[in-house]
C-alpha cells in the first residue's frame, strides 16, 4: 500500500514538473551581463607566421 501512494505521489510530481517545463519554454534569461562574452571586447593576439 505504501510503495503504491509513492509509485502515484512520483508520478504526478514528475507529471508536474513537465508541466512546469513545457510552460517556461522560451522564458529563459540570463543572469549575465550581454556584453560579458562579447567579441569585441577581448583582446587578440596577432601572430605572424614565418614561411621558410
Partial sequence: MIKKF???LFTV???ALLV???LG???YSSLLPEDLFSVG???V??????VE
Fill in 13 to 15: 510530481a514528475v507529471l
Fill in 6 to 8: 509513492v509509485g502515484m
Fill in 45 to 50: 593576439e596577432q601572430v605572424e607566421s614565418v
Fill in 41 to 43: 571586447q577581448a583582446t
Fill in 25 to 27: 519554454m522560451d522564458s
Fill in 20 to 22: 512546469f517545463v513545457l
